[in-house]
């Protein structure tokens, strides 16, 4: 056993003069490697909306111009389209919310135990996908309700579940609200005031990140909308492929930017707010 | 340049090493940005002996510790063991045992499997590796639970077997970094025992780093206390107590109170007593000076024209710990409990010094801490 | 802390206000979680279970309403089992390539030093991940695109000509190219938080105890990652499996997979007599989905029993 340890004794330098450059080369690979990884990654992230943006800003004759843009809103059934992603949206939104949060902050607090059930119910809607739901939506709904877009929204809550429920569930347990609203209790806060005084301040973020993430679900949502018949941004764009695709382009870059911008937005928000916090706190 | 090979013959029982190995930590020196986190530390550790690293975070104990092991690279100075110097050999290739402060067991083996790994990397075939990683295991207490996973074991146990993990290898040089900082007291307590009775079984060199000094006092042959990466001091624990020599160690081991003084030839006055000074080696006395006084250094009688009185009182089951206040400073002194019932706040006392020497440092040398 | 508290902490059921006793309050607290968590089980079983049902239901139906088997029958046969299998399959490869890539792509994230980059993957990929359906058709047409696609043009000017080779955006194959566009970023997405938890601790005890690099990630690097790597596969499996409008929009219907004869029924495209066989393909997505969703959670659970 001895002798076995002894042999790894011997790698000094009298024996094997050429350590100490082999690790240092060892690690100059490893960072060549990643540098590699990265910017092929890049280059092939890049590319397509690279040339998205460039087809987005070319006219018929393939000279730069931002007139696929600029002529977007006046395009025919542009602002119809917009208008009723926005609605939808909003609305979505805010029947999520008033379902989700207060569930998840009683659960939370009140019915701990509850918690797998509700990661189990939040991660249904992945196995009943947009293409799935709306076939048995459109066979099983009323008429009056198939004949309002709205119905789309109602089932668009259903779809933002999951990531809801995410951000809302990491807000919460990020807080540790069962001794935050025991000690606002134990002050003489009454419930009201320590859901608004004490829970939502912390949980900005993840609301903000909620909502974000619905909103860009909604202006995203192709399927269900189209297959029910409702011109929103994303079917309006798709139809629209057939008379130009410079505008159509336009409107899938403006899409994506917007959405970039508004996740960009939440994790700066998240970011500013976590770093207050934490000043308040006085974390060394 | 002899290779030290002192077989003990303490040394016995599985796991056990043909002795410990000698350590010569020489000048190291490592810096991070502008933070010196080594500054020049030179030690010799005896083989099978067991040197515990004490000090302050960021006294440099962690990083000592890990050049040591061979995940820090100084950036002057040397490691030598056995007298081969190591600092171009791995860490891989140290044949050290290092036991993490939580969380190194690898979650996707069992324990026996844990264990073995080092022999694995060793190339020992699965029969032996299972024996030998059986007995560690019996070795530490745990031989029944050898197919478990470290998920399902307690803080405690996990830290068992990192232990029998480290030991597995029969390594010359056993390292510990802060190994039982994240366990409950009590359980604090069993570890601290079984680690020092299977080292000092085995006989292997031992380097132990913690921040308590309880630990360290309680389990070490010597203890090095550090701060701001150099050596404040490194003796028994008994001398480290009763004899600092800085007025940090004064101040970090034990507890001290600061009393300022005047020097007297080789004596100082001291409630209106003489008593002989031991000088503080970290500093200049030709100035203003304060006395470092242990608790026990102070004897108080009670009298109503006494210079000082009574502020606070704490019960700590065999003594009773006063704060006395002598004019414009707070002087800790134990009493025994039942003459500690006795006393009452405010009352008048006179104090005594009746240590035989008095130790003296520069006035307001260092910070630490100042709880009451 | 030398002294000690002069009197005792207050035990904490004095602080709180006591609950009041009596039967009336004892049994609002047996309802309240009852009546909170309603609205909530009440939507979600009403929005999921509706139409669930009415799927379950129709799949054994005729169109005049008369129980049969003959949806099921078409479903594995014919046209409609060629659709399904080319789903797994396109789902199968945009799964373990995207999902092998990405561990790469997220180790070297994770490991690089700029919280800058780090920052800006963590959106990007939160982006793109979300970014499927018909802009990612629009893009990857206006990039790639035979005659006018902005990179197909350059390639053609450097002499390279992918088209000629072969190469058919609006094929199997180039829905698949679409595809990796949206997984890989998913996949990092989900693998990161995964290789955050791996210990610096378990590298450094594997160098203590004599392992290499490789031999570090053969027994314990890779064998801790493995549940969230599977998960991760079989999250994407799920999620191009299910993915209907990047296909439609690209292809336009020509390419035989099952969410789009799904869709053909019910935008009135379903040949007499095969009118509920939707029901009995959008049945068969739901199992496919069921079953993968079950192992991802078992995945998931071993997962973070390792890695806490």
């Not at chain 3, 046209?79 to 561990?103: A, D, H, M, Q, R």
Request: with cysteine.
């Amino acid at each position: 056993m001895a002798q076995v340890a002894e042999s790894y004794y011997f790698e000094n330098p009298e024996v094997n003069p050429q350590l100490p450059q082999r690790r240092r080369r060892r690690r100059k690979k490893f960072r060549l490697w990643r540098l590699v990884v990265l910017v092929v990654a890049l280059a092939y992230f890049l590319a397509p909306l690279y040339a998205g943006v460039k087809f987005a800003l070319q006219n018929d004759l393939g000279k730069f111009s931002f007139w696929a843009f600029t002529s977007l809103p006046s395009e025919q059934g542009f602002s119809g389209a917009f208008f009723l992603s926005m609605r939808l949206a909003f609305f979505t939104a805010a029947v999520e919310l008033i379902l989700m949060v207060p569930t998840a902050i009683f659960v939370h607090i009140r019915v701990p135990k509850l918690r797998p059930i509700m990661d189990f119910v939040t991660i249904l809607p992945i196995v009943v996908p947009p293409i799935v739901l709306i076939v048995g939506v459109l066979g099983s709904a009323p008429l009056w309700l198939k004949s309002s877009p709205y119905l789309l929204s109602i089932f668009y809550v259903v779809l933002a579940m999951p990531f809801v429920y995410r951000s809302l569930d990491a807000g919460l347990s990020a807080i540790d609200l069962k001794t935050l609203v025991e000690a606002s209790r134990s002050l003489g806060g009454s419930w009201i005031r320590t859901l608004w005084s004490v829970i939502m301040p912390n949980l900005r973020a993840a609301l903000l990140s909620a909502t974000a993430l619905t909103l860009a679900l909604v202006f995203g949502e192709y399927t269900m909308a189209n297959l029910d018949g409702w011109t929103t941004m994303p079917v309006w764009i798709a139809q629209f492929q057939q008379s130009d695709a410079h505008v159509t382009l336009a409107a899938s870059m403006a899409l994506l930017i917007g959405t970039w911008l508004l996740l960009s937005l939440i994790v700066a928000a998240d970011r500013s707010q976590s770093r207050r916090s934490r000043r308040k706190a006085g974390t060394p | 340049m002899t290779d030290v090979q002192a077989s003990t013959t303490a040394g016995s029982g599985p796991g056990a090493s043909s002795g410990g190995a000698s350590v010569r930590l020489e000048n190291l020196v490592r810096t991070y940005g502008k933070v010196r986190a080594l500054d020049g530390l030179t030690l010799s550790i005896e083989p099978g002996e067991f040197v515990a690293f004490l000090g302050p975070s960021g006294c440099g104990k962690t990083t000592a510790l890990r050049v040591l092991a061979g995940f820090e690279h100084p950036d002057s100075g040397r490691v030598v063991v056995d007298g081969k110097d190591l600092s171009n050999v791995n860490a891989q290739k140290r044949d050290m045992g290092m036991v993490f402060q939580s969380y190194s067991l690898f979650p996707n083996m069992s324990v026996l499997d844990n264990v073995a790994f080092g022999l694995r990397m060793r190339h020992q075939n699965g029969g032996q590796r299972r024996t030998k990683a059986s007995e560690l295991l019996e070795l530490v207490g745990l031989g029944d639970q050898s197919t478990k996973y470290p998920h399902q074991l307690s803080g405690g146990q996990q830290q068992r077997v990192a232990l029998a993990r480290a030991l597995a290898i029969e390594p010359r040089v056993l390292l510990l970094d802060e190994p039982l900082s994240a366990l409950d007291a009590k359980v604090r307590a069993e570890l601290r025992d079984q680690i020092r009775s299977l080292q000092q079984r085995l006989a292997i060199t031992t380097v132990f780093v913690t921040h308590d000094q309880e630990e360290a006092l309680s389990m070490a042959d010597r203890v090095c206390v550090m701060s701001s990466g150099h050596i404040e001091q490194i003796a028994s624990p008994a001398t480290l107590y009763a004899r600092p020599t800085t007025a940090f160690v004064a101040q970090f081991v034990g507890i001290s109170s600061r009393v300022p003084v005047q020097m007297d030839g080789k004596e100082v006055v001291i409630f209106g007593q003489r008593c002989p000074v031991r000088t503080s080696e970290s500093g200049d006395v030709s100035g203003p000076i304060d006395a470092l006084l242990r608790p026990e250094d102070v004897a108080i009688e009670v009298d109503p024209q006494g210079s000082g009185f009574i502020t606070h009182k704490s019960f700590f089951g065999a003594t009773t710990r006063l704060v006395v206040q002598i004019g414009e400073i707070p002087v800790r002194v134990d009493v025994r409990s039942d003459v500690g019932a006795d006393l009452a706040l405010g009352e008048h006392v006179r104090p005594r010094i009746i240590a035989r020497d008095v130790l003296v440092a520069p006035r307001g040398q260092v910070e630490i801490p100042s709880e009451v | 802390m030398l002294f000690s508290d002069l009197g005792t902490s207050v035990p904490r059921s004095e602080v709180l206000p006591p609950e009041s006793g009596g039967r009336k309050s004892k049994l609002r607290r047996a309802w309240l979680p009852v009546l909170a968590m309603a609205p909530f089980f009440i939507y979600t079983g009403v929005g999921l279970g509706v139409p669930i049902v009415y799927i379950i239901r129709n799949a054994f139906l005729t169109f005049q309403g008369k129980f049969t088997f003959s949806n099921m029958d078409l479903l594995v046969h014919g046209i409609y089992l060629k659709g399904f299998e080319n789903s797994l399959l396109l789902s199968v490869i945009t799964s373990i390539i995207p999902g092998i890539l990405g561990v790469f792509l997220a180790y070297a994230i994770v490991t690089s030093n700029s919280g800058v980059l780090k920052r800006m993957v963590a959106t990007a990929s939160a982006v793109l991940a979300n970014f499927g359906g018909i802009n990612l058709t629009f893009i990857f047409i206006a990039a790639f695109g035979e005659t006018t696609g902005i990179i197909t043009v350059w390639l053609n000017h450097i002499g390279l000509n992918p088209w000629s080779h072969g190469f058919d955006l609006y094929n199997f194959y180039g829905v698949a190219f679409v595809y990796l566009y949206f997984q890989l970023p998913l996949m990092v997405l989900v693998i990161t938080p995964a290789l955050g938890g791996l210990r610096q601790s378990w590298r450094e005890a594997a160098q203590n105890m004599g392992a290499s690099n490789w031999r570090y990630w053969r027994h314990v690097g890779i064998p801790v990652l493995m549940p969230s790597i599977l998960g991760g596969i079989l999250l994407l499996f799920g999620s191009s499996f299910a993915a209907y409008a990047t296909a439609q929009t690209l292809t336009e219907g020509t390419v035989t997979l099952a969410p789009i004869q799904i869709g053909d029924t019910v935008s009135g495209n379903a040949i007499a007599g095969e009118a509920n066989v939707g029901f009995a393909i959008a049945l068969g997505m739901l199992i496919v989905l069921s079953i993968t969703m079950v192992f991802y959670g078992l995945a998931r659970r071993r997962a973070s029993k390792w890695l806490r």
